[in-house]
């Protein structure tokens, strides 16, 4: 079994996780209000975004799209989109 480490939930005992991009990827909420993304054989923290003001709850994958569905306690839900190169950096 792998484990996937960074995330810590005070408020709520789970939240959702999913596969990504295939099964390249795993996605999870965290009570931080953080979406944490690591690769799946290694279990390596590949990112780690602020998608929501106080919890990530939901984490949906579209089926055909390289986006990602994020909700929680704000009133909306956040998308994100991959980047062609998953282990690029985000411009600063």
Not at 7 to 12: D, P
Not at 46 to 67: I, Q, R
């Amino acid at each position: 079994a792998q484990r996937y480490v960074c995330a810590g939930n005070a408020k709520s005992i789970l939240k959702q996780v999913r596969f990504l991009f295939g099964s390249e990827y795993v996605g999870g909420g965290s009570d931080c209000g953080r979406l944490f993304i690591w690769r799946t054989r290694t279990g390596r923290l590949a990112h780690m975004l602020k998608a929501d003001g106080a919890s990530v709850n939901c984490v949906a994958p579209h089926a055909d799209l390289p986006l990602i569905a994020v909700s929680g306690y704000d009133h909306d839900v956040k998308m994100f989109e991959s980047c062609a190169d998953p282990s690029a950096k985000p411009p600063t």
